[in-house]
């Protein structure tokens, strides 16, 4: 029971202090700086994209740290489920913004980013956790 509780608060506080920080620095970011975050980068602006690279950064570190305190063969869905719980209940709470659209492919990756995002470099700093800690068992 001790190792759920503690599994727990560590897999929910990781990957919601690295939202809480992302959100963090778009607001700093807002009203530091606002001319460079409405700087155009594309489609979008400046912000977005270094909002989404500092979200991919610190899911990552999620990933690739989380599994060292946490305990148990599961540890990677413990950092999963506050991004997925996140995503299901966007999903429910506004079911028309986030419909898949097949005909503007740019657009699904726009809306559904936030939430991909976090989940695939929490997966991929896992996947690298995991081989570093396989080779230095090897060696």
């Not at 929910?12 to 690295?18: D, E, K, N, T």
């Not at 970011?29 to 606002?34: G, T, Y």
């Not at 990677?76 to 913004?97: D, G, H, K, M």
Request: hydrophobic share 55%; proline share 7%.
């Amino acid at each position: 029971m001790t190792t759920v509780l503690r599994n727990a608060a560590i897999g929910f506080l990781l990957p919601i202090g690295a939202i809480l920080f992302v959100a963090l620095l778009e607001g700093v970011m807002q009203n530091v700086a606002p001319e460079i975050s409405d700087r155009p980068v594309g489609s979008t602006n400046l912000l977005t994209v270094i909002q989404g690279v500092a979200a991919a950064v610190l899911f990552f570190a999620c990933g690739f740290v989380g599994p060292k305190w946490l305990k148990g063969p599961a540890s990677v869905l413990w950092l999963l489920t506050p991004v997925a719980a996140l995503y299901a209940t966007a999903i429910i709470r506004s079911p028309y913004l986030y419909q898949w659209n097949p005909q503007s492919l740019g657009w699904n990756l726009f809306m559904h980013a936030p939430f991909l995002l976090p989940l695939i470099a929490t997966l991929i700093g896992y996947a690298v956790f995991s081989l570093r800690s396989a080779s230095a068992r090897v060696f």
